[in-house]
């Protein structure tokens, strides 16, 4: 099953996975968790299982600088 790639910012879902954030920033999976980890991209803890998201909206402040 081919994953689905974004072709603009606007059709990015509302939260991402951590994947999905290094997709969009081209970076390594293993670059993105740690600028999870690090708190300098902030995200939540979903569900029962506790899968990280991150806020499109937080994604896109992180992109401009601002954070």
């Known amino acids: 099953m081919a994953e689905k790639r974004y ?5 990015l879902p509302l939260t991402l996975t951590v994947p999905e954030v ?5 970076i390594g999976r293993n670059t993105a968790y ?3 980890r690090s708190g300098d991209l ?5 569900g ?3 899968q990280i998201r ?3 909206y937080d994604l896109e ?3 401009k600088g601002e954070m």
């Open 22 to 26: 290094a997709e969009v920033l081209d």
């Open 7 to 11: 072709t603009s910012f606007d059709e």
């Open 42 to 46: 902030p995200s939540r803890r979903i």
């Open 48 to 50: 029962k299982r506790g």
């Open 34 to 36: 740690e600028i999870v």
């Open 54 to 56: 991150v806020l499109k």
């Open 61 to 63: 402040r992180y992109m």
